[in-house]
């Protein structure tokens, strides 16, 4: 009669290691994925993280930006930041701004076309790709051709003027107006963006089974009913990474500013990371510059948080 | 075999005397902004190739070349002769220890000789030469002859009589200086300088930039509420938000085809008016901005610097060429041929001679005021970066209504204070 034994299973490190079976298990399942991930990680350690660190520490220093005299400052440019610069506050209340606009005009935008669009069953390819065009074109050339439009002396706004008679009425410099000045760049921001928000949520919106729209209509669902209980269920969770997504790039917001503005008209414009730029490139203050990017990545860390809370309590994201 | 042997001795010597003819050809590379300047400059330039065949210039066209060029020397690299925008920077340089010091050469090449004896001075960086001052430049008041012929009117020389002249344009409904700073957000610092030059005058602003007078003066006062009242008449480019949208273009075309009187600006913009007015046809001529008394003053800036590398493999072939870059026949000939801003030294008359009256006119006032102190501080070339920075950013919460002309001063005393004591001022020439 044959006796079935059992292997015993290696413990000790010696055990592990001398044993044929449990060393290729740890060669395919630990040292292999390691060694296809390496290049990665390396390029990484190098490209992201040790700037981020170098980082965090020329934010305890008063560098200039040029050469190697540092001098260690402890925490002299974050009291500055909160207690000392005046800018700091105004330029975060409008990058709150810019992130209130970002998360209601664009996805309002979006969702609505794109729930139109998922609806055109000819020609919404067309439609998805006109869409989508300004998401395409730098932001250089984005601005400039909006300066133009807006140029109250050359711009449509002159042009309706001299068409209709009138005087200074459409011909407004949006851009040179301290009330309305962030505005019209989120605006022009937005005119490029909406249409990369549109296409994904209309991907996201045609992978929906068609059997719950179906069954929807069996129980005398009408549209806004159907985009009520269908639709953005079904959407959720790209909108609610969406939503983090924005909040984030938010506190990044710099091209379009610098390009239309540079944060003026007396600072009106003025967000976290225009000042960090000025401060770094225009200042020789690359310490005071630094505490700025770090607070920033605070903030989007902050926002991350809150998502990955709410994950974690059961949200659908 | 012998045959072998000999071609074998043969390539031996010409692989070991190889290296040597390429080590006798020593590159001076220079980092160049990519465009019209480079397009006119460069060959020039390149004529220095043709004196010595041992020492050639290489110039790489660049974007954003000062970005570029930081850098690169702050990671021990760059080109061997290092530009930068003005004296404040080449002094950050300089205290990294990035730029070489160029004392030897000076006084080997004899620089004082041809070098105005304060601009040499600008390079200063602790005793020690380490910046050539590049592109004199002033500020001018262009105006439209078209349009002041055609109204009987005549370029004003002191406060009054432009502010008077000013309101009679902007009745006649002229702009009254064609401006804007959409393009070029430093525009606001010129007239800053500029006004407290006039009106302060540059003695009480060389008090204030080395701290023997507050910048809270009474005199400084005036001249800034000055400018902001020219300001909210909405005398600067038909309105302060119309200032903030006007772009370079739009203030050359607006004084060219007559819808503005005037317009405040550098020597640079010669260039630029001679196309402008060469399209439209309508003339222009320029008269030193109005003083308080009627004294021609002029702000002397300096467009950019040049140093050497300090690490420079050829810092000898460096200096060659800007001992030729710098000497009075180059510059006479780039200010002739591109109406480039000449570098500080004794041009010769017959240079002079050659060029379009008031463009001579301007080289000719600028070196008769610095002879006899009637020279002003653009604030650019004298303030620290972060100076000029305040004044440029904060000076537009002066004129939305957002702060006083008073908490501006005070702002900038503050600040000014601090960068002297911290040693972060250029060197500013005694007088």
Same mark, same amino acid.
Request: net charge negative.
């Given at each position: 009669?044959?006796?079935?034994?059992?292997?015993?299973?290696?413990?000790?490190?010696?055990?592990?290691?001398?044993?044929?079976?449990?060393?290729?298990?740890?060669?395919?399942?630990?040292?292999?994925?390691?060694?296809?991930?390496?290049?990665?990680?390396?390029?990484?350690?190098?490209?992201?993280?040790?700037?981020?660190?170098?980082?965090?520490?020329?934010?305890?220093?008063?560098?200039?930006?040029?050469?190697?005299?540092?001098?260690?400052?402890?925490?002299?440019?974050?009291? /500055?930041?909160?207690?000392?610069?005046?800018?700091?506050?105004?330029?975060?209340?409008?990058?709150?701004?810019?992130?209130?606009?970002?998360?209601?005009?664009?996805?309002?935008?979006?969702?609505?076309?794109?729930?139109?669009?998922?609806?055109?069953?000819?020609?919404?390819?067309?439609?998805?790709?006109?869409?989508?065009?300004?998401?395409?074109?730098?932001?250089?050339?984005?601005?400039?051709?909006?300066?133009?439009?807006?140029?109250?002396?050359?711009?449509?706004?002159?042009?309706?003027?001299?068409?209709?008679?009138?005087?200074?009425?459409?011909?407004?410099?949006?851009?040179?107006?301290?009330?309305?000045?962030?505005?019209?760049?989120?605006?022009?921001?937005?005119?490029?963006?909406?249409?990369?928000?549109?296409?994904?949520?209309?991907?996201?919106?045609?992978?929906?089974?068609?059997?719950?729209?179906?069954?929807?209509?069996?129980?005398?669902?009408? /549209?806004?009913?159907?985009? /009520?209980?269908?639709?953005?269920?079904?959407?959720?969770?790209?909108?609610?990474?969406?939503?983090?997504?924005?909040?984030?790039?938010?506190?990044?917001?710099?091209?379009?500013?610098?390009?239309?503005?540079?944060?003026?008209?007396?600072?009106?414009?003025?967000?976290?990371?225009?000042?960090?730029?000025?401060?770094?490139?225009?200042?020789?203050?690359?310490?005071?510059?630094?505490?700025?990017?770090?607070?920033?990545?605070?903030?989007?860390?902050?926002?991350?948080?809150?998502?990955?809370?709410?994950?974690?309590?059961?949200?659908?994201? | 075999?012998?045959?072998?042997?000999?071609?074998?001795?043969?390539?031996?010597?010409?692989?070991?005397?190889?290296?040597?003819?390429?080590?006798?050809?020593?590159?001076?590379?220079?980092?160049?902004?990519?465009?019209?300047?480079?397009?006119?400059?460069?060959?020039?330039?390149?004529?220095?190739?043709?004196?010595?065949?041992?020492?050639?210039?290489?110039?790489?066209?660049?974007?954003?070349?000062?970005?570029?060029?930081?850098?690169?020397?702050?990671?021990?690299?760059?080109?061997?002769?290092?530009?930068?925008?003005?004296?404040?920077?080449?002094?950050?340089?300089?205290?990294?220890?990035?730029?070489?010091?160029?004392?030897?050469?000076?006084?080997?090449?004899?620089?004082?000789?041809?070098?105005?004896?304060?601009? !040499?001075?600008?390079?200063?960086?602790?005793?020690?030469?380490?910046?050539?001052?590049?592109?004199?430049?002033?500020?001018?008041?262009?105006?439209?002859?078209?349009?002041?012929?055609?109204?009987?009117?005549?370029?004003?020389?002191?406060?009054?009589?432009?502010?008077?002249?000013?309101?009679?344009?902007?009745?006649?409904?002229?702009?009254?200086?064609?401006?804007?700073?959409?393009?070029?957000?430093?525009?606001?610092?010129?007239?800053?300088?500029?006004?407290?030059?006039?009106?302060?005058?540059?003695?009480?602003?060389?008090?204030?930039?080395?701290?023997?007078?507050?910048?809270?003066?009474?005199?400084?006062?005036?001249?800034?509420?000055?400018?902001?009242?020219?300001?909210?008449?909405?005398?600067?480019?038909?309105?302060?938000?119309?200032?903030?949208?006007?772009?370079?273009?739009?203030?050359?075309?607006?004084?060219?085809?007559?819808?503005?009187?005037?317009?405040?600006?550098?020597?640079?913009?010669?260039?630029?008016?001679?196309?402008?007015?060469?399209?439209?046809?309508?003339?222009?001529?320029?008269?030193?901005?109005?003083?308080?008394?009627?004294?021609?003053?002029?702000?002397?800036?300096?467009?950019?610097?040049?140093?050497?590398?300090?690490?420079?493999?050829?810092?000898?072939?460096?200096?060659?060429?800007?001992?030729?870059?710098?000497?009075?026949?180059?510059?006479?000939?780039?200010?002739?041929?591109?109406?480039?801003?000449?570098?500080?030294?004794?041009?010769?008359?017959?240079?002079?001679?050659?060029?379009?009256?008031?463009?001579?006119?301007?080289?000719?006032?600028?070196?008769?005021?610095?002879?006899?102190?009637?020279?002003?501080?653009?604030?650019?070339?004298?303030?620290?970066?972060?100076?000029?920075?305040?004044?440029?950013?904060?000076?537009?919460?002066?004129?939305?209504?957002?702060?006083?002309?008073?908490?501006?001063?005070?702002? !900038?005393?503050?600040?000014?204070?601090?960068?002297?004591?911290?040693?972060?001022?250029?060197?500013?020439?005694?007088?």
């Amino acid at each position: 009669m044959a006796v079935l034994t059992r292997k015993k299973k290696p413990t000790s490190v010696f055990e592990k290691l001398s044993d044929e079976t449990w060393r290729r298990k740890f060669l395919r399942n630990v040292i292999i994925p390691w060694i296809f991930i390496s290049p990665l990680l390396i390029i990484h350690i190098f490209v992201v993280a040790i700037p981020a660190v170098q980082g965090v520490y020329m934010s305890l220093t008063d560098w200039t930006g040029i050469g190697m005299n540092v001098n260690f400052v402890g925490l002299d440019n974050y009291h /500055r930041l909160f207690f000392e610069d005046e800018t700091f506050g105004k330029s975060l209340g409008n990058n709150v701004i810019w992130m209130a606009f970002f998360l209601t005009v664009p996805f309002i935008l979006a969702l609505f076309c794109a729930a139109m669009l998922a609806q055109v069953k000819r020609g919404g390819m067309l439609y998805r790709s006109i869409l989508f065009i300004p998401y395409v074109l730098a932001s250089v050339v984005t601005t400039t051709i909006w300066k133009n439009l807006l140029n109250p002396r050359q711009g449509i706004g002159a042009a309706l003027d001299n068409m209709l008679g009138l005087e200074d009425v459409f011909g407004v410099a949006f851009l040179g107006r301290p009330e309305s000045a962030l505005i019209s760049i989120a605006f022009i921001d937005n005119w490029h963006f909406w249409g990369f928000l549109m296409i994904l949520f209309l991907a996201a919106m045609q992978s929906i089974p068609p059997v719950l729209y179906d069954a929807a209509k069996i129980d005398g669902a009408n /549209r806004w009913q159907e985009f /009520r209980h269908v639709t953005l269920p079904g959407i959720r969770p790209v909108m609610l990474f969406m939503y983090m997504m924005v909040a984030i790039w938010s506190f990044l917001a710099f091209d379009y500013i610098f390009l239309l503005t540079q944060g003026g008209p007396a600072g009106a414009s003025e967000v976290i990371a225009t000042q960090l730029y000025k401060n770094a490139f225009f200042r020789f203050q690359a310490g005071y510059g630094a505490a700025q990017g770090v607070v920033i990545s605070i903030f989007a860390g902050f926002i991350i948080m809150i998502f990955v809370t709410l994950r974690r309590r059961g949200w659908d994201i | 075999m012998k045959g072998i042997k000999f071609l074998f001795v043969i390539a031996i010597l010409a692989m070991a005397l190889a290296p040597v003819g390429a080590q006798d050809v020593s590159t001076v590379t220079m980092w160049f902004a990519e465009g019209s300047t480079l397009d006119c400059w460069g060959p020039i330039m390149l004529e220095f190739n043709d004196i010595d065949p041992s020492v050639q210039l290489e110039i790489v066209p660049q974007a954003d070349t000062w970005n570029v060029t930081r850098t690169a020397v702050a990671g021990g690299g760059g080109p061997d002769i290092v530009r930068t925008p003005g004296p404040s920077y080449a002094y950050e340089l300089a205290e990294a220890g990035l730029i070489a010091p160029m004392d030897a050469f000076a006084d080997e090449m004899g620089w004082g000789d041809f070098f105005f004896d304060w601009a !040499l001075d600008l390079g200063l960086v602790n005793g020690q030469l380490y910046s050539l001052a590049d592109e004199l430049e002033t500020l001018l008041l262009y105006y439209n002859t078209d349009v002041f012929e055609a109204n009987g009117w005549t370029p004003p020389d002191t406060m009054e009589e432009l502010n008077a002249l000013g309101e009679e344009a902007a009745a006649a409904g002229y702009v009254v200086f064609s401006h804007g700073n959409a393009s070029w957000r430093g525009t606001n610092e010129w007239f800053v300088g500029e006004y407290m030059t006039q009106l302060a005058g540059p003695h009480k602003v060389y008090q204030a930039l080395t701290g023997q007078l507050p910048w809270t003066d009474e005199s400084m006062v005036e001249a800034v509420e000055q400018l902001d009242a020219h300001m909210q008449a909405g005398w600067y480019g038909g309105g302060i938000d119309l200032y903030f949208t006007n772009e370079g273009t739009t203030r050359r075309a607006m004084l060219a085809d007559g819808t503005a009187a005037m317009n405040i600006e550098g020597s640079w913009a010669i260039r630029g008016l001679e196309e402008y007015h060469g399209e439209s046809g309508q003339g222009w001529d320029w008269v030193p901005v109005p003083s308080h008394d009627g004294t021609d003053y002029f702000t002397i800036g300096m467009g950019n610097t040049s140093s050497i590398n300090a690490n420079s493999p050829h810092p000898e072939a460096a200096a060659q060429f800007l001992n030729w870059y710098f000497s009075p026949a180059t510059q006479g000939k780039m200010l002739t041929s591109c109406r480039k801003g000449p570098a500080p030294v004794a041009i010769s008359e017959d240079v002079m001679g050659d060029l379009d009256p008031r463009v001579a006119r301007v080289y000719a006032e600028l070196s008769d005021a610095s002879a006899n102190d009637r020279y002003g501080y653009t604030t650019w070339t004298f303030w620290s970066p972060s100076g000029f920075n305040y004044i440029i950013e904060e000076i537009e919460r002066v004129w939305v209504g957002d702060i006083t002309v008073m908490d501006y001063l005070e702002g !900038l005393d503050t600040l000014m204070a601090g960068e002297l004591e911290a040693g972060n001022l250029p060197p500013i020439p005694s007088r």
